[in-house]
Structures are given as structure tokens and as C-alpha cells.
């Protein structure tokens, strides 16, 4: 069974998506599992040190897993990943998992924090997680339930200040303007009261013949 989603947020996925009826046959608690092991593996290897012999050890048992699973693979219309909606990552194990405390289809507020993974250098967070972060952030209110699917068509990052690693930070954004099928976000990273990184998007809403 899958746990009730919290209407207020409370740290979990609003899961914006479900109103889609071709995204809810998708729930796979077990395979969230999987993914959320993975995005752990990510992350440790990421930040460990470890001896040769352990290295070729943990490879040949990844290699393993991966031979386990490779028989299972789909197309896209069946793919799990990425559709756990219940779930913080989506069952996903690109972007960094964002808690989301508000979201009123117009403006999205929650919670990231980015591990070891996503270090460029020197104790900042990669720029291109960042961009990875606002294209899905802003993605979440350009394709609110209610609305017509969009794709992004631009995304301009600012990088303010060093985003650090390992740091609960606050991430947010909101339409600006809609302007026929053109709809304009803004987006920010906060540390703190600082706001360490901002975008601006345009999505562009998507016609019949483009869906
Ligand atoms: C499951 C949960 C998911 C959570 C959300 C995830 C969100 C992730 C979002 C993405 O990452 S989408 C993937 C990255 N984006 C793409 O792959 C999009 C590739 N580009 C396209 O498909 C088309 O260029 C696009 C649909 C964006 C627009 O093409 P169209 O042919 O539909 O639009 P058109 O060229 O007629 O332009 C419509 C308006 O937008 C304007 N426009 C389009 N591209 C623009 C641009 N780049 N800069 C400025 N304006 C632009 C264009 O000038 C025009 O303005 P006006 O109506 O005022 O004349």
C-alpha cells in the first residue's frame, strides 16, 4: 500500500502529476525502493575513497545488478522511472529530490539539498544541477494539473553565490506572466536568506499535433 499523500505538503511530493490520468497506473513502491538505493549508490561512490580491490568488487556486483535487470527493459509509455510520484525523486535518479511544502499551480516553494553527486568543485554545487534543478522546478508550475503541457524553450541561470553541497537549501518559483501559449517563471535557490542562484524560463505551451 501506498502511504496517503499529505495535502499540506509536510516534506512530500504534492504530486501535481496524478491528476494525469495516463501517469497513475505507474506506482511501483518497490521499484521507488530500487531507485532511491541507486541514487545512495550515486552518492557514496560520489564521496568514497575506496581500496583497488573493494572498487573491482563493488563494480563486478554492479555490473551483476545490472545484468539482473537489463532483461527488463521498456519503452518509454511503461517506464516507471521517474513516475513514482509519491515519492520525493520521482523514482528518478538524475535530479536531486526536491520536498515540496507549497504548491497552488502557480507557484511551487520547497526543499533541496544537493549531495555529493552534484559537486562541480571546491564545496559548490555542479552549475549544471542547478540549471537540472530550475528546468524541473519551473517545469513543475509551467505543467500544473490544469494546464495545457509545456516545454521549455529557454532557461536563463544566474549563479549569485556558491550553492553549497550538503546544505538544506529553499528553492522557489512562480509564474511571472501568460501571454497566449507563452508562459514566463521565475525561479530561485536560497541559503538561508540568500539567494545564491535565480532563472527565468519561457515554456512554451504545447499544441495537439505536438503532444
Ligand atoms: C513528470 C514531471 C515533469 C516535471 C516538469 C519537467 C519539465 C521539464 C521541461 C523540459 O525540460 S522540456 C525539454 C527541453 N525543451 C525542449 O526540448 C523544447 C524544444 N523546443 C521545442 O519543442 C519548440 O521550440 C517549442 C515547443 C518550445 C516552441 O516551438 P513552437 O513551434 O511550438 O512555437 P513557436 O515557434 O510557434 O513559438 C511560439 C511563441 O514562443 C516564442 N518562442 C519560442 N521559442 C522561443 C525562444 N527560444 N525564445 C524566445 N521566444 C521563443 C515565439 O517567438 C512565439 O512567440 P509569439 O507567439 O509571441 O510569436
Known amino acids: 500500500m501506498t502511504a496517503p499523500l499529505d495535502p499540506r505538503g509536510g516534506g512530500v511530493d504534492l504530486n501535481i502529476w496524478l491528476g494525469r490520468d495516463a501517469e497513475t497506473d505507474h506506482d511501483d513502491p518497490a521499484f521507488a525502493r530500487l531507485a532511491g538505493a541507486l541514487v545512495r549508490v550515486q552518492e557514496v561512490v560520489s564521496g568514497a575513497r575506496p581500496p583497488p580491490g573493494?572498487?573491482?568488487?563493488?563494480?563486478?556486483?554492479?555490473?551483476?545488478?545490472?545484468?539482473?535487470?537489463e532483461p527488463y527493459d521498456v519503452d518509454e509509455a511503461a517506464q516507471v522511472a521517474g513516475?513514482?510520484?509519491?515519492?520525493?525523486?520521482r523514482g528518478q535518479t538524475l535530479l536531486p529530490a526536491v520536498a515540496v511544502d507549497t504548491y497552488d499551480g502557480q507557484r511551487v516553494d520547497g526543499r533541496v539539498?544537493?549531495?555529493?553527486?552534484?559537486?562541480?568543485?571546491?564545496?559548490?554545487?555542479?552549475?549544471g544541477a542547478i540549471s537540472l534543478l530550475f528546468d524541473d522546478l519551473l517545469g513543475q508550475v509551467a505543467n500544473g494539473p490544469d494546464a495545457p503541457r509545456a516545454r521549455t524553450a529557454y532557461l536563463h541561470v544566474n549563479f549569485h553565490r556558491i550553492t553549497p553541497i550538503g546544505v538544506e537549501l529553499s528553492c522557489h518559483a512562480g509564474i511571472r506572466t501568460v501571454e497566449g501559449r507563452k508562459v514566463h517563471i521565475d525561479g530561485e535557490l536560497c541559503h538561508?536568506?540568500?539567494?545564491?542562484?535565480?532563472?527565468e524560463g519561457l515554456f512554451v505551451r504545447l499544441e495537439a499535433h505536438q503532444l
Open 192 to 199: 538561508g536568506e540568500e539567494v545564491v542562484a535565480s532563472a
Open 54 to 69: 573493494l572498487s573491482t568488487e563493488a563494480a563486478t556486483t554492479l555490473g551483476r545488478v545490472a545484468d539482473q535487470l
Open 113 to 127: 539539498t544537493f549531495g555529493r553527486f552534484y559537486l562541480g568543485s571546491n564545496g559548490a554545487v555542479h552549475g
Open 83 to 89: 513516475r513514482q510520484f509519491r515519492h520525493f525523486s
